[in-house]
Nanobody
């Protein structure tokens, strides 16, 4: 089982990035998926969630209207489209599989840095 995030990088304030999370080794369509981030020196912060078909999404208030989560179940891939990025969005972003039976399963994270 594996979750591999990609797409992070350094971007100027107001810029955009698209994070991807490639899932393998398990049935992607059995699970809700989440994005969680950790800013330097801070705790974990839930960012977004998406249901199995991708028809419902949920967001942290501070990213509403700027971030959009989506998934391509045919490609076993989760996305996070991030627009109008702010310095406070700087963090390590994790893709997380929701598994009520066995506990959440985490990817290794991808770093996002927003700075001029």
């Amino acid at each position: 089982e594996q979750l591999v995030e990609s797409g992070g990088g350094l971007v100027q304030p107001g810029g955009s990035l698209r994070l991807s999370c490639a899932a393998s080794g398990f049935t992607f369509t059995r699970y809700w998926m989440y994005w969680v981030r950790q800013a330097p020196g801070k705790g974990l912060e839930w960012v977004s969630g998406i249901n199995i078909p991708g028809s419902s999404t949920y967001y942290l208030d501070s990213v509403k209207g700027r971030f959009a989560s989506s998934r391509d179940n045919a490609k076993n891939t989760l996305y996070l489209h991030m627009n109008n990025l702010k310095p406070e969005d700087t963090a390590l972003y994790y893709c997380v599989r929701d598994d009520p039976m066995n506990g959440p399963y985490w990817g290794q994270g991808t770093q996002v840095a927003v700075s001029s």
